[in-house]
Protein backbone atom coordinates (compact mmCIF):
# COMPACT_ATOMS: atom_id res chain seq x y z
CA UNK A 1 0.00 0.00 0.00
CA UNK A 2 1.63 3.49 -0.80
CA UNK A 3 1.42 5.17 2.34
CA UNK A 4 3.84 8.43 0.90
CA UNK A 5 0.42 10.66 0.66
CA UNK A 6 0.64 10.40 4.71
CA UNK A 7 1.84 13.08 6.81
CA UNK A 8 5.35 12.22 7.59
CA UNK A 9 6.47 12.63 11.70
CA UNK A 10 10.22 12.67 12.45
CA UNK A 11 11.17 11.96 15.91
CA UNK A 12 14.19 11.99 16.99
CA UNK A 13 15.42 10.24 19.70
CA UNK A 14 14.09 6.73 21.28
CA UNK A 15 14.04 7.78 24.92
CA UNK A 16 11.41 7.69 27.06
CA UNK A 17 10.11 10.82 25.41
CA UNK A 18 10.21 9.86 21.75
CA UNK A 19 9.08 6.17 22.77
CA UNK A 20 6.28 7.14 24.13
CA UNK A 21 4.87 9.53 21.04
CA UNK A 22 6.18 6.94 18.66
CA UNK A 23 3.71 4.52 20.60
CA UNK A 24 0.82 6.65 20.95
CA UNK A 25 0.63 7.64 17.16
CA UNK A 26 0.60 3.65 16.56
CA UNK A 27 -3.23 3.42 15.22
CA UNK A 28 -2.73 6.62 13.27
CA UNK A 29 -2.76 7.24 9.81
CA UNK A 30 0.77 8.91 9.50
CA UNK A 31 3.77 7.79 9.13
CA UNK A 32 7.02 7.71 11.60
CA UNK A 33 10.53 8.46 10.56
CA UNK A 34 12.21 7.34 14.18
CA UNK A 35 15.91 8.11 14.64
CA UNK A 36 18.11 7.58 17.09
CA UNK A 37 22.12 7.19 16.98
CA UNK A 38 21.58 4.23 19.09
CA UNK A 39 19.58 0.74 17.99
CA UNK A 40 18.40 0.37 21.63
CA UNK A 41 16.32 2.04 24.48
CA UNK A 42 17.71 2.88 27.52
CA UNK A 43 16.60 2.89 30.75
CA UNK A 44 18.76 5.18 32.59
CA UNK A 45 17.42 5.30 35.73
CA UNK A 46 19.37 1.88 36.11
CA UNK A 47 22.38 3.14 34.45
CA UNK A 48 24.21 2.92 38.26
CA UNK A 49 23.34 -0.48 38.45
CA UNK A 50 25.40 -1.18 35.28
CA UNK A 51 28.06 1.20 37.01
CA UNK A 52 28.21 -0.70 39.86
CA UNK A 53 28.20 -4.31 38.77
CA UNK A 54 25.03 -4.79 39.41
CA UNK A 55 23.36 -5.63 36.12
CA UNK A 56 24.63 -6.08 32.58
CA UNK A 57 24.00 -3.56 29.74
CA UNK A 58 21.73 -5.79 28.05
CA UNK A 59 19.76 -6.17 31.25
CA UNK A 60 18.14 -2.37 30.82
CA UNK A 61 18.41 -1.80 27.22
CA UNK A 62 16.23 -3.33 24.32
CA UNK A 63 16.37 -2.64 20.97
CA UNK A 64 13.86 -0.10 18.86
CA UNK A 65 12.97 -2.56 16.46
CA UNK A 66 12.38 -5.17 18.67
CA UNK A 67 10.04 -2.66 20.59
CA UNK A 68 8.06 -1.26 17.29
CA UNK A 69 8.62 -4.56 15.58
CA UNK A 70 4.70 -4.80 15.61
CA UNK A 71 4.25 -1.50 15.10
CA UNK A 72 3.50 -0.82 10.93
CA UNK A 73 3.46 2.83 10.49
CA UNK A 74 7.00 3.37 12.11
CA UNK A 75 10.35 2.91 10.37
CA UNK A 76 13.25 3.11 12.76
CA UNK A 77 16.36 4.85 11.31
CA UNK A 78 19.36 4.25 13.22
CA UNK A 79 22.49 7.35 13.03
CA UNK A 80 23.05 10.58 14.51
CA UNK A 81 20.85 13.49 13.18
CA UNK A 82 23.72 16.62 12.65
CA UNK A 83 21.80 19.19 11.72
CA UNK A 84 17.63 20.53 11.64
CA UNK A 85 16.51 23.19 9.33
CA UNK A 86 13.51 24.65 11.04
CA UNK A 87 12.64 26.87 8.01
CA UNK A 88 12.67 24.44 5.06
CA UNK A 89 11.51 21.77 7.55
CA UNK A 90 13.74 18.62 7.37
CA UNK A 91 16.82 17.13 8.93
CA UNK A 92 19.91 15.66 8.35
CA UNK A 93 20.85 11.98 8.61
CA UNK A 94 23.88 10.25 7.55
CA UNK A 95 24.25 12.67 4.77
CA UNK A 96 21.19 12.53 3.67
CA UNK A 97 17.96 14.98 3.62
CA UNK A 98 14.98 13.71 6.04
CA UNK A 99 11.78 16.32 4.90
CA UNK A 100 8.83 16.32 7.85
CA UNK A 101 5.33 17.03 8.16
CA UNK A 102 6.02 17.40 11.89
CA UNK A 103 9.10 17.13 14.11
CA UNK A 104 9.58 15.67 17.73
CA UNK A 105 12.55 16.76 18.99
CA UNK A 106 13.87 14.33 22.32
CA UNK A 107 17.29 14.26 22.36
CA UNK A 108 17.58 14.03 25.77
CA UNK A 109 21.05 15.70 27.13
CA UNK A 110 24.67 14.96 27.56
CA UNK A 111 26.77 15.60 30.74
CA UNK A 112 27.89 18.70 31.27
CA UNK A 113 31.93 18.56 32.60
CA UNK A 114 31.43 22.90 32.82
CA UNK A 115 34.65 23.47 31.07
CA UNK A 116 36.77 21.10 33.63
CA UNK A 117 38.82 19.51 30.63
CA UNK A 118 41.03 17.31 32.58
CA UNK A 119 38.02 16.08 34.19
CA UNK A 120 36.33 15.22 31.18
CA UNK A 121 39.03 13.08 29.96
CA UNK A 122 40.53 11.45 33.60
CA UNK A 123 36.66 11.51 35.34
CA UNK A 124 33.67 8.76 34.58
CA UNK A 125 30.23 9.59 33.40
CA UNK A 126 27.26 7.04 33.96
CA UNK A 127 25.14 8.81 31.26
CA UNK A 128 24.84 5.91 28.78
CA UNK A 129 26.22 2.15 28.08
CA UNK A 130 29.36 3.25 26.80
CA UNK A 131 30.17 4.84 30.02
CA UNK A 132 28.51 2.79 32.61
CA UNK A 133 30.65 0.01 31.32
CA UNK A 134 33.95 2.39 31.17
CA UNK A 135 33.08 3.34 35.07
CA UNK A 136 32.61 -0.22 35.86
CA UNK A 137 35.77 -1.72 34.18
CA UNK A 138 37.52 1.21 36.04
CA UNK A 139 35.74 0.48 39.26
CA UNK A 140 36.67 -3.29 39.48
CA UNK A 141 40.39 -2.38 38.00
CA UNK A 142 41.21 -0.07 41.17
CA UNK A 143 40.75 -3.54 43.49
CA UNK A 144 42.68 -5.27 41.52
CA UNK A 145 45.37 -2.97 41.22
CA UNK A 146 44.89 -2.15 44.88
CA UNK A 147 45.83 -5.84 45.73
CA UNK A 148 49.24 -5.63 44.62
CA UNK A 149 49.86 -2.18 45.94
CA UNK A 150 52.61 -2.34 48.23
CA UNK A 151 52.61 1.06 49.25
CA UNK A 152 49.95 2.03 51.76
CA UNK A 153 49.53 5.74 50.53
CA UNK A 154 49.36 4.48 46.79
CA UNK A 155 47.03 2.31 47.88
CA UNK A 156 44.42 4.50 49.41
CA UNK A 157 44.63 6.85 46.82
CA UNK A 158 43.57 4.19 44.40
CA UNK A 159 40.62 2.88 46.59
CA UNK A 160 39.52 6.79 46.99
CA UNK A 161 36.54 6.83 45.26
CA UNK A 162 35.18 10.35 44.86
CA UNK A 163 31.68 11.01 43.35
CA UNK A 164 30.33 14.27 42.67
CA UNK A 165 27.27 15.72 42.34
CA UNK A 166 24.93 15.21 45.19
CA UNK A 167 21.44 14.77 43.19
CA UNK A 168 19.84 11.34 42.90
CA UNK A 169 22.35 9.78 40.33
CA UNK A 170 25.19 11.07 43.06
CA UNK A 171 23.43 9.82 45.97
CA UNK A 172 22.81 6.15 43.93
CA UNK A 173 25.90 5.80 43.14
CA UNK A 174 27.39 6.62 46.20
CA UNK A 175 25.21 4.45 48.12
CA UNK A 176 25.14 1.35 45.68
CA UNK A 177 28.94 1.37 45.68
CA UNK A 178 29.76 1.47 49.65
CA UNK A 179 27.52 -1.36 49.37
CA UNK A 180 29.69 -3.22 47.02
CA UNK A 181 32.83 -2.86 49.34
CA UNK A 182 31.65 -3.78 52.27
CA UNK A 183 29.43 -6.44 51.36
CA UNK A 184 30.62 -8.32 48.12
CA UNK A 185 34.11 -6.76 47.76
CA UNK A 186 34.87 -8.03 51.03
CA UNK A 187 34.32 -11.85 49.69
CA UNK A 188 36.68 -11.29 47.39
CA UNK A 189 39.87 -9.19 48.83
CA UNK A 190 41.35 -9.35 51.98
CA UNK A 191 39.73 -7.38 54.76
CA UNK A 192 42.56 -5.36 55.88
CA UNK A 193 42.62 -3.89 52.15
CA UNK A 194 38.82 -2.69 52.23
CA UNK A 195 39.02 -1.14 55.14
CA UNK A 196 41.20 1.58 53.68
CA UNK A 197 38.67 1.98 50.79
CA UNK A 198 36.15 5.36 50.88
CA UNK A 199 33.53 6.46 49.26
CA UNK A 200 33.17 10.12 49.53
CA UNK A 201 30.75 12.24 47.94
CA UNK A 202 30.55 16.09 47.19
CA UNK A 203 27.62 18.10 47.20
CA UNK A 204 28.41 21.92 46.30
CA UNK A 205 25.18 22.94 47.74
CA UNK A 206 24.04 22.63 51.66
CA UNK A 207 22.02 19.35 50.78
CA UNK A 208 21.90 16.42 49.19
CA UNK A 209 18.65 15.75 46.63
CA UNK A 210 18.07 19.28 46.82
CA UNK A 211 14.41 19.13 45.30
CA UNK A 212 13.33 16.88 47.68
CA UNK A 213 11.03 17.50 51.11
CA UNK A 214 13.72 18.61 54.07
CA UNK A 215 12.89 15.22 55.82
CA UNK A 216 13.94 12.90 52.96
CA UNK A 217 17.23 15.24 52.54
CA UNK A 218 17.64 14.74 56.18
CA UNK A 219 16.89 11.45 55.86
CA UNK A 220 19.25 10.37 52.75
CA UNK A 221 22.21 11.99 54.79
CA UNK A 222 21.89 9.87 57.75
CA UNK A 223 21.39 6.56 55.32
CA UNK A 224 24.49 7.10 53.65
CA UNK A 225 26.29 8.05 56.21
CA UNK A 226 24.99 5.00 58.01
CA UNK A 227 26.97 3.01 54.92
CA UNK A 228 30.18 5.10 55.37
CA UNK A 229 29.73 7.16 52.81
CA UNK A 230 31.92 10.62 53.57
CA UNK A 231 29.34 13.08 52.88
CA UNK A 232 30.71 16.67 52.18
CA UNK A 233 28.20 19.56 51.49
CA UNK A 234 28.73 22.90 50.33
CA UNK A 235 32.07 21.78 48.74
CA UNK A 236 33.05 22.32 45.36
CA UNK A 237 35.20 20.50 43.53
CA UNK A 238 37.74 22.80 41.66
CA UNK A 239 39.65 20.68 39.71
CA UNK A 240 41.05 17.51 38.85
CA UNK A 241 44.32 16.06 37.36
CA UNK A 242 43.72 12.53 37.12
CA UNK A 243 45.44 11.73 40.51
CA UNK A 244 44.19 14.45 43.01
CA UNK A 245 41.51 16.54 43.59
CA UNK A 246 41.30 20.25 44.68
CA UNK A 247 38.33 21.81 46.84
CA UNK A 248 37.29 25.46 46.68
CA UNK A 249 39.16 25.64 49.84
CA UNK A 250 42.16 24.87 48.56
CA UNK A 251 42.49 20.82 50.57
CA UNK A 252 43.46 17.67 48.55
CA UNK A 253 41.86 14.44 47.75
CA UNK A 254 44.32 11.86 46.60
CA UNK A 255 42.20 9.93 44.32
CA UNK A 256 42.00 8.27 40.36
CA UNK A 257 38.33 7.97 40.17
CA UNK A 258 35.73 10.67 39.91
CA UNK A 259 32.59 9.84 38.74
CA UNK A 260 30.72 13.29 37.66
CA UNK A 261 26.70 13.55 38.07
CA UNK A 262 26.79 17.09 38.55
CA UNK A 263 25.38 18.33 35.18
CA UNK A 264 23.68 17.71 31.65
CA UNK A 265 24.11 20.18 28.63
CA UNK A 266 21.81 19.44 25.53
CA UNK A 267 22.99 17.54 22.63
CA UNK A 268 25.05 18.87 20.08
CA UNK A 269 22.11 19.22 17.35
CA UNK A 270 19.94 20.75 19.70
CA UNK A 271 22.93 23.50 20.88
CA UNK A 272 23.24 24.06 16.86
CA UNK A 273 19.80 25.18 17.23
CA UNK A 274 19.26 28.90 16.84
CA UNK A 275 15.95 29.35 18.96
CA UNK A 276 15.42 30.37 22.29
CA UNK A 277 17.25 28.73 25.04
CA UNK A 278 16.99 28.82 28.77
CA UNK A 279 17.79 26.38 31.94
CA UNK A 280 21.38 25.02 30.83
CA UNK A 281 21.02 25.34 27.52
CA UNK A 282 17.36 23.47 27.05
CA UNK A 283 14.90 24.99 24.44
CA UNK A 284 11.96 27.22 25.53
CA UNK A 285 8.97 25.81 24.46
CA UNK A 286 5.08 26.85 24.82
CA UNK A 287 2.83 25.04 27.00
CA UNK A 288 1.56 23.01 23.80
CA UNK A 289 5.12 21.60 23.74
CA UNK A 290 5.43 23.59 20.27
CA UNK A 291 8.23 25.37 19.91
CA UNK A 292 7.48 29.14 19.28
CA UNK A 293 6.66 30.26 15.65
CA UNK A 294 6.87 26.77 14.54
CA UNK A 295 4.02 25.13 15.34
CA UNK A 296 4.59 21.78 13.44
CA UNK A 297 7.82 21.21 15.63
CA UNK A 298 7.17 19.71 19.34
CA UNK A 299 10.13 19.56 21.81
CA UNK A 300 9.71 17.80 24.52
CA UNK A 301 11.43 15.44 27.60
CA UNK A 302 15.11 16.87 29.02
CA UNK A 303 15.44 19.40 25.54
CA UNK A 304 12.55 20.82 26.85
CA UNK A 305 12.29 23.70 29.01
CA UNK A 306 8.60 24.61 30.23
CA UNK A 307 7.86 26.44 33.80
CA UNK A 308 4.82 25.33 35.88
CA UNK A 309 3.79 27.36 38.30
CA UNK A 310 6.53 29.52 37.88
CA UNK A 311 8.90 26.50 38.40
CA UNK A 312 11.08 24.73 35.70
CA UNK A 313 9.97 21.13 35.11
CA UNK A 314 12.83 18.35 36.12
CA UNK A 315 14.68 16.51 33.62
CA UNK A 316 13.15 13.27 34.86
CA UNK A 317 11.63 10.22 33.12
CA UNK A 318 8.35 11.01 34.41
CA UNK A 319 8.14 14.39 32.83
CA UNK A 320 9.20 12.67 29.83
CA UNK A 321 7.08 10.07 29.17
CA UNK A 322 3.64 12.64 30.12
CA UNK A 323 5.18 14.78 27.42
CA UNK A 324 5.57 11.99 24.90
CA UNK A 325 1.99 11.55 25.09
CA UNK A 326 0.69 14.96 24.79
CA UNK A 327 3.04 15.64 22.01
CA UNK A 328 1.03 12.60 20.22
CA UNK A 329 -2.47 14.36 21.46
CA UNK A 330 -1.32 17.67 20.20
CA UNK A 331 -0.12 16.13 16.67
CA UNK A 332 -3.55 14.18 16.29
CA UNK A 333 -5.37 17.52 17.22
CA UNK A 334 -3.14 19.81 14.96
CA UNK A 335 -4.15 17.56 12.18
CA UNK A 336 -8.11 17.71 12.48
CA UNK A 337 -7.06 21.37 12.58
CA UNK A 338 -8.58 21.60 16.48
CA UNK A 339 -7.13 23.78 19.35
CA UNK A 340 -3.96 21.83 21.22
CA UNK A 341 -4.30 21.07 24.68
CA UNK A 342 -1.19 22.49 27.50
CA UNK A 343 0.62 20.18 29.43
CA UNK A 344 0.39 19.91 32.91
CA UNK A 345 2.78 17.41 34.60
CA UNK A 346 1.14 15.37 37.20
CA UNK A 347 3.74 14.31 39.60
CA UNK A 348 4.00 10.58 40.90
CA UNK A 349 6.36 11.26 43.60
CA UNK A 350 9.98 11.51 44.25
CA UNK A 351 12.10 8.48 44.50
CA UNK A 352 15.82 7.40 45.09
CA UNK A 353 17.46 4.29 46.60
CA UNK A 354 20.30 4.66 48.91
CA UNK A 355 21.41 0.77 48.36
CA UNK A 356 20.23 -2.55 49.27
CA UNK A 357 17.10 -2.30 51.34
CA UNK A 358 17.44 1.54 51.89
CA UNK A 359 15.46 3.89 49.87
CA UNK A 360 13.56 7.16 50.49
CA UNK A 361 10.13 8.20 48.54
CA UNK A 362 7.29 10.76 48.89
CA UNK A 363 4.19 9.44 47.03
CA UNK A 364 0.81 10.92 47.46
CA UNK A 365 2.02 13.59 49.40
CA UNK A 366 3.51 10.87 52.33
CA UNK A 367 7.40 10.49 53.18
CA UNK A 368 8.83 7.43 53.43
CA UNK A 369 12.31 6.33 54.37
CA UNK A 370 14.16 2.94 54.79
CA UNK A 371 13.10 -0.52 53.61
CA UNK A 372 8.99 0.48 52.95
CA UNK A 373 10.62 2.97 49.99
CA UNK A 374 13.25 0.45 48.90
CA UNK A 375 10.05 -1.87 48.25
CA UNK A 376 8.37 1.09 46.35
CA UNK A 377 11.30 1.65 44.49
CA UNK A 378 12.03 -2.08 43.38
CA UNK A 379 8.30 -2.23 41.97
CA UNK A 380 8.33 0.75 40.20
CA UNK A 381 11.29 0.25 38.40
CA UNK A 382 10.81 -3.23 37.24
CA UNK A 383 7.53 -2.30 36.40
CA UNK A 384 8.60 0.15 34.22
CA UNK A 385 11.94 -1.44 32.26
CA UNK A 386 10.74 -2.51 28.73
CA UNK A 387 10.44 -6.06 28.21
CA UNK A 388 9.19 -9.20 30.37
CA UNK A 389 12.22 -11.12 30.04
CA UNK A 390 14.44 -8.23 31.30
CA UNK A 391 11.69 -7.57 34.25
CA UNK A 392 12.46 -11.06 35.47
CA UNK A 393 16.30 -11.55 34.94
CA UNK A 394 16.49 -7.93 37.22
CA UNK A 395 13.71 -9.32 39.79
CA UNK A 396 16.13 -12.40 39.85
CA UNK A 397 19.20 -10.48 39.59
CA UNK A 398 18.08 -8.58 42.47
CA UNK A 399 16.44 -11.40 44.61
CA UNK A 400 19.86 -13.07 44.46
CA UNK A 401 21.51 -10.05 45.50
CA UNK A 402 19.32 -9.41 48.82
CA UNK A 403 19.75 -13.05 49.76
CA UNK A 404 23.81 -13.61 49.15
CA UNK A 405 25.07 -10.30 49.04
CA UNK A 406 26.66 -11.44 45.59
CA UNK A 407 26.35 -9.20 41.90
CA UNK A 408 26.92 -11.24 39.53
CA UNK A 409 28.32 -9.48 36.85
CA UNK A 410 31.81 -8.62 38.36
CA UNK A 411 33.60 -8.73 34.99
CA UNK A 412 36.37 -6.39 33.71
CA UNK A 413 35.25 -6.48 29.84
CA UNK A 414 37.11 -5.35 27.11
CA UNK A 415 36.11 -1.92 26.26
C1 LIG B 1 22.20 7.86 35.59
C2 LIG B 1 20.83 8.47 35.49
C3 LIG B 1 19.87 8.17 36.46
C4 LIG B 1 18.59 8.69 36.37
N1 LIG B 1 17.66 8.36 37.32
C5 LIG B 1 16.39 8.78 37.18
C6 LIG B 1 15.37 8.35 38.08
O1 LIG B 1 15.64 7.58 39.00
N2 LIG B 1 14.11 8.77 37.88
C7 LIG B 1 13.77 9.59 36.82
O2 LIG B 1 12.60 9.92 36.65
N3 LIG B 1 14.72 10.04 35.98
C8 LIG B 1 16.00 9.64 36.11
N4 LIG B 1 16.97 10.06 35.23
C9 LIG B 1 16.60 11.05 34.21
C10 LIG B 1 15.90 10.39 33.04
O3 LIG B 1 16.62 9.26 32.61
C11 LIG B 1 15.77 11.41 31.92
O4 LIG B 1 15.03 12.51 32.40
C12 LIG B 1 15.05 10.81 30.74
O5 LIG B 1 15.85 9.79 30.17
C13 LIG B 1 14.75 11.87 29.69
O6 LIG B 1 14.11 11.27 28.62
P1 LIG B 1 14.32 11.86 27.15
O7 LIG B 1 13.50 11.02 26.25
O8 LIG B 1 14.11 13.32 27.15
O9 LIG B 1 15.86 11.65 26.84
P2 LIG B 1 16.73 10.33 26.79
O10 LIG B 1 16.09 9.23 27.55
O11 LIG B 1 18.10 10.76 27.17
O12 LIG B 1 16.70 9.93 25.26
C14 LIG B 1 17.26 10.72 24.26
C15 LIG B 1 17.57 9.84 23.07
O13 LIG B 1 17.97 10.67 21.99
C16 LIG B 1 19.05 10.07 21.31
N5 LIG B 1 19.77 11.15 20.62
C17 LIG B 1 20.37 12.23 21.17
N6 LIG B 1 20.87 13.03 20.22
C18 LIG B 1 20.59 12.45 19.04
C19 LIG B 1 20.83 12.79 17.68
N7 LIG B 1 21.47 13.92 17.34
N8 LIG B 1 20.42 11.95 16.70
C20 LIG B 1 19.78 10.80 17.02
N9 LIG B 1 19.50 10.43 18.29
C21 LIG B 1 19.89 11.24 19.28
C22 LIG B 1 19.84 9.38 22.41
O14 LIG B 1 20.63 8.33 21.88
C23 LIG B 1 18.72 8.88 23.33
O15 LIG B 1 18.31 7.56 23.00
C24 LIG B 1 18.26 9.55 35.30
C25 LIG B 1 19.24 9.88 34.33
C26 LIG B 1 20.51 9.33 34.41
C27 LIG B 1 21.54 9.66 33.37
Known sequence: MNTNHLPHIVIIGAGFAGLETARRLANTPVRISLIDKNNHHLFQPLLYQVAIAGLLPSQIAQPVRTIFRKQKNLTFQMGEVSAINLKERYVKLNGSVIAYDYLVVAAGGRTNFFGFDALEKAGFQIKDLETAVKTRNHLLSMFERASHEGDAEKRKAILTFVIVGGGPTGVETAGALAELISHVMVKDYPRSMLKEARVVLLEATSSLLGSYPAELRKSTLKLLQGKNVQ??????????????????????????????TAGIKPTEVVEE???????????????????????????????AFLEENGQALPMIATVAIQQGVTAAKNIHLSMDNLPLETFHYKDPGLLATIGRNAAVARIFGISFSGFTAWVIWVFLH???????????????????????????????TKE
Do not use: C
Not at 231 to 251: A, Y
Not at 275 to 291: D, H, M, N
Not at 383 to 412: E, H, K, P, S, T
Open 382 to 412: IYRIIGFRNRMIIMFNWAWDYLFYDNQVRLI
Open 231 to 260: VQLSTRMESFNGQRITLGDGSQIETQTVIW
Open 273 to 303: LDVEKAGGGRIRILPTLQLPGHPETFVIGDT
